[in-house]
């Protein structure tokens, strides 16, 4: 299995600063033919479902705020919060669906107000 | 808007199956494949398996191969995760979540609320 591994595991940013998530995996999820890194990031707040947030690495879905994005390539991404809201604390996974024998996530970045 | 509405919390005796659904409404059923997902208390999100919801063919992690079932009634419009010979380490809450494809190398865009389920003797 790819394994994803995020940094930090916790952080805590104050309101209008920026924020910043790592995530690096195992292998490479860059797909050569295409040119597309198969990585996601996910906003999961306690009593609501799971929120996409970024999708190839850097695309923002739709109804996302532009204050999120993503970038890197490979085996190594950062989602940016440009100016921190306070309904953006959350817990912030990444996940690879590079491979499809298993769909893995980072273990969590529980993101709180400083 | 996309809905995916989950079954309620389940409490099951060890050796016991349990089966989860997940009702959808606001889209084209068959143009979009359905995982399922589980977050034991306190840890990160675990991927179970997915079906192609055109064709029925699914895919399941090595590590609940031979336990978990994942199926759909397109009638219905709602898929199914059936977990068998239950231990207390499958404590968790069980989440459906749509492919935003069909084939499978596509993440997951919409996600139901998540349906507990307590391993207990």
């Known amino acids: 299995d790819i394994v994803m591994t995020q940094s930090p595991d916790s952080l805590a940013v104050s309101l209008g600063e920026r924020a910043t998530i790592n995530c690096k995996s195992s292998q490479s999820v860059l797909y050569s033919s295409n040119n597309k890194n198969y990585l996601a990031w996910y906003q999961q707040k306690p009593g609501q479902p799971l929120k996409l947030l970024i999708y190839?690495?850097?695309t923002r879905e739709s109804g996302v705020p532009d204050r999120f994005s993503g970038s890197g390539s490979g085996t190594d991404f950062t989602l940016t919060i440009s100016s921190l809201q306070a309904e953006d604390v959350a817990v912030y996974y990444c996940?690879?669906?590079?491979?499809?024998?298993?769909?893995?996530f980072g273990q969590g970045t529980k993101l709180e107000i400083k | 808007q996309v809905q995916l509405a989950q079954s309620g919390a389940e409490v099951k005796k060890p050796g016991a199956s349990v089966k989860v659904s997940c009702k959808t409404s606001?889209?084209?059923?068959?143009?979009?494949?359905m995982h399922w997902v589980r977050q034991a208390p306190g840890q990160g999100l675990e991927w179970m398996g997915w079906?192609?919801?055109?064709?029925?063919?699914?895919k399941y992690s090595q590590k609940f191969q031979g336990r978990v079932t994942i199926t759909r009634d397109t009638s219905a419009t709602t898929g199914y995760m059936e977990l068998s010979s239950l231990r207390s380490e499958d404590t968790a809450i069980y989440y459906c979540?749509?492919?935003?494809?069909?084939?499978?190398?596509?993440?997951?865009?919409?996600w139901g609320q998540g349906t507990p389920v307590t391993v207990s003797s």
């Open positions: 079906i192609h919801n055109v064709n029925g063919k699914t």
């Open positions: 190839w690495a850097s």
């Open positions: 606001g889209y084209t059923f068959n143009d979009y494949g």
């Open positions: 979540a749509r492919d935003q494809g069909a084939g499978g190398i596509r993440p997951f865009d919409c």
């Open positions: 996940q690879q669906y590079y491979s499809t024998l298993s769909y893995t």
